[in-house]
């Protein structure tokens, strides 16, 4: 089963420092995937203009898996603690509750472009913590490299949650296939150019999440770039309590 999600369909908060598109939002109509996928609690897409700071944003307990695609992005929270964040790089950031956050965009010429993948938390009173990793576009070339994964496989960032984040840069025509084992799930998000899934074609902007299936098939049909998240079950007792 595929649910999609258009990029025309995200949601798109007006913001004078920032545009943002959220791919998940609880405000959106019937239909649409609204409080998430699974475990995959918001996938978003920022762009952030030269010398933008967003206001400092306290947080509950999170886990968030950011990608820089272009730019560089400056952070700082309540902790004391500072990072930049380079294009080509992915960090993971285990938010404890109460912690504020406050991002730049380090460039005074040039846009930042993020990508975000904010987890369901696996627990309640998370510890503040953050890693990041450069993956070079030839690690990820035509294949599906494993960015984040709770493990900590094949180099990956160690993330808490149930879930394997991959990101693939596909030359035209390469073709992925990604095998789910039984009760899980995964969302392809499609950073830039096309792919297709199984008969569905999808672009900058767009995704996909796929359910009750044996794999995730798709076909670049150009220079494509992709994110997937390959997810468990959320633990329905869990979301329960960190929602109250």
């Known amino acids: 089963m595929i649910t999609l999600r258009r990029a025309q369909e995200r949601h ?10 959220h791919s998940f939002n609880p405000r959106d109509g019937a239909g649409l995937p609204a409080d998430g996928f699974g475990i995959l609690e918001d996938l978003s897409e ?28 400056a952070q700082e929270d309540s902790s004391g603690s500072s990072r930049v964040v380079h294009a080509g790089e992915f960090q993971r950031m285990t938010i404890g509750r109460g ?11 040039g ?3 993020i990508f975000r993948i904010s987890l369901r938390p696996s627990q309640v009173g998370l510890a503040s913590a953050h ?19 709770p493990d900590g ?36 998000h499609v950073i830039c150019g096309s792919a297709t899934l199984e008969d569905i074609i999808l672009t900058e902007g767009d995704g996909a999440g796929v359910r009750v299936e044996r794999s995730v098939s798709f076909t670049a049909q150009e220079s494509t770039e992709v994110l997937l998240v390959d997810s468990g079950p959320a633990p329905v007792s869990l979301a329960s309590e960190v929602a109250q």
Not at 56 to 68: G, K, S, W
Not at 99 to 109: M, V
């Open 99 to 109: 912690t504020r956050h406050k991002e730049t965009n380090a460039s005074r010429s």
């Open 153 to 188: 496989r094949k180099g990956s960032l160690r993330i808490l949650q149930d879930a394997i984040i991959c990101s693939s840069v596909l030359d035209p025509g390469h073709h992925i296939v990604h095998e789910l084992l039984p009760g899980r799930s995964a969302w392809l």
């Open 46 to 73: 920022s762009r952030l203009p030269p010398g933008a700071v967003s206001a400092p944003h306290p947080h509950q307990d999170a886990e968030i898996v950011t990608y820089v695609f272009k730019g560089a992005l």
């Open 12 to 21: 798109h908060p007006q913001a004078r420092k920032q545009q943002v598109w």
């Open 111 to 113: 846009w930042a472009h």
């Open 131 to 149: 890693e990041q990793q450069r993956f070079a576009a030839a690690q990820r070339h035509n294949l599906l490299c494993v960015v984040a994964s």
